[in-house]
C-alpha cells in the first residue's frame, strides 16, 4: 500500500491568476461580437465544471487578457474557496486562479476534488481570511494537497466524478419539470381546442 505524500500546490502545477489588463476592465469594446468564453467568481461555484458563462472576449479582449486551456482548475480567491474545471480554452478574470496539472505528475480532476476536501477546505478559508482577506499564491503554497501515484489519482477522479456527474444530470431533469408543471399547457391557448356544445 502506497503512502500519500503531501506536498505544495506548486509541487503539482502551475498556478496563474486571470489577467485583466484594461480599464475600465468589463469595457463593452473587450466583448462586442465576442466568441471567447470569459469566465468570472460567480460562475465556479463549486461543480465540477464551468458551465455557463455570461461574456465573452473578441479578439480584443483576448489582447489584454491570458487564455487558459481545457482541464484547467479554476480557484476563486477571495474567503469564499470554491473551483471548477474548465471545459474549453477560457479567460478568467483578475479575481481567479488558474492551477494546470503537471503532466505525468498531478490529475487536474483530483486537484479539483482536493480543494473539496474539509480538511483543505479549513486551511484556505484560514489563511485567506487574515489581514487582507484574499488567497494570495503565496498563501496557496502553503496549504499541503495529497499526492498519491498518478493512476490513483485518476481513479479517485473518475470515480467522484461519475457520481457528481450523475446529480447533476438528475438535477437538471428535476429543473426541466417543474418548468413542465409551471407552463400552462399549450391547448388551454390554442382555440382549436374550444368545444362548442349544441344548443338545447
Request: glycine share 6%; charged share 20%.
Amino acid at each position: 500500500m502506497s503512502i500519500w505524500e503531501l506536498v505544495t500546490l506548486d509541487k503539482l502545477g502551475n498556478c496563474q491568476l486571470g489577467k485583466q489588463f484594461h480599464k475600465p476592465k468589463y469595457d463593452p469594446c473587450l466583448f462586442e461580437n465576442g466568441h471567447i468564453p470569459f469566465v468570472q467568481g460567480q460562475h465556479v461555484n463549486g461543480k465540477l465544471y464551468v458551465n455557463s458563462v455570461e461574456k465573452y472576449y473578441n479578439e480584443f479582449g483576448l489582447k489584454q487578457s491570458l487564455s487558459f486551456p481545457g482541464d484547467t482548475v479554476c480557484i476563486t480567491s477571495g474567503t469564499r474557496i470554491e473551483s471548477a474545471i474548465l471545459k474549453f480554452s477560457s479567460c478568467l478574470s483578475s479575481d481567479l486562479w488558474g492551477f494546470n496539472s503537471f503532466e505525468l505528475v498531478s490529475d487536474p480532476v483530483f486537484i479539483k476534488y482536493c480543494f473539496n476536501f474539509s480538511e483543505i477546505q479549513r486551511q484556505l478559508v484560514a489563511i485567506s481570511s487574515v489581514g487582507r482577506k484574499y488567497l494570495s499564491l503565496e498563501r496557496l503554497f502553503k496549504v499541503p494537497f495529497p499526492k498519491p501515484l498518478l493512476d490513483i489519482q485518476q481513479k479517485i477522479g473518475r470515480i467522484l466524478s461519475t457520481y457528481d456527474l450523475l446529480i447533476e444530470n438528475y438535477e437538471k431533469q428535476i429543473d426541466l419539470l417543474k418548468n413542465q408543471r409551471t407552463k400552462e399547457p399549450s391547448c388551454l391557448k390554442d382555440d382549436s381546442y374550444i368545444i362548442n356544445f349544441p344548443r338545447t
